[in-house]
């Protein structure tokens, strides 16, 4: 591309609407948002600082503690959040069950959102039979049942946390790409784009440069509402015994050994439960302040 045509599309650039991002304005005006982030950063820091936090070994077996009642309920034990049936502390393999939630929607969140927004991008900006390809594709994923398919890729591969990544992954990409086709339909109508193909932009510098970053903010909220998704679908999978491996410690992986003894040990599955619920309802507040502030007119 020649330098005059550089200088035309800068000018171009320039004339596109710019905001104002004053973040921490508007959390602090934001009760449920700063409450959410404040969830969320204990959670990580639980994942991150879990060697330093927790006091016990959380796969340490002591059958002299076996079901040992919470020392916050009065009990004389050096279990703060108690024991489970063979004697772990609950309290520590909570901590360290927190690394294997957040792993699991941190990483299946990148890979549907690298997957989701490639092929959104694609299928937006070139339309016609790509367009038809990809959103056939997007509605042939959208009716096979996400169980199903995690029972079918598990028998095959075997448990573990990154064959639940790819599951997820290669199940909610669908999401990103309905969303970024939408947003790129409209973008790409706009008299900007219009202006820098006249100009003899390259389709690649026009989507990298002009439409790209425009989506990004959609992206991101929809990221963060599907990590809270993600920490459901695991601690699920987990339950159902298709997720991680039953010795690693994990939320899903509690509450399902935790299901003989409700009655007798309430402790072993009211504190994992807990866990799940304020790590899920950060995100969620956190992603709810994220649309508000970015796109509040986004219907995810």
Known sequence: MEPAVYEQEEQVQQTKPKKKFRPGLFLLKNASGMFGLLLVIVSVSCALF????????????????????PSISGADTEHLLGADQIGRDLFSRIIYGARISLMVGFFGVLLAMVVGTILGLISGYVGKWMDDLIMRLADIQLAFPFILFAIIIMSVLGTGIWKIVIILGLTYWVGFARLIRGQVMSLKELEYIQAAKAVGGSHLRIIGKHIFPNVVSSILVLGTLFIAEFILLEASLTFLGLGVDPTIPSWGGMLSDSRNYISSAWWTATFPGIAIMITVLGFNLFGDWLRDKFDPNLDV
Request: glycine fraction near 0%; proline fraction near 20%; hydrophobic fraction near 45%.
């Open 50 to 69: 879990a060697p330093w936090i927790a006091p016990m070994d959380p796969t340490e077996a002591q059958l002299t503690s076996r079901l040992a009642p």
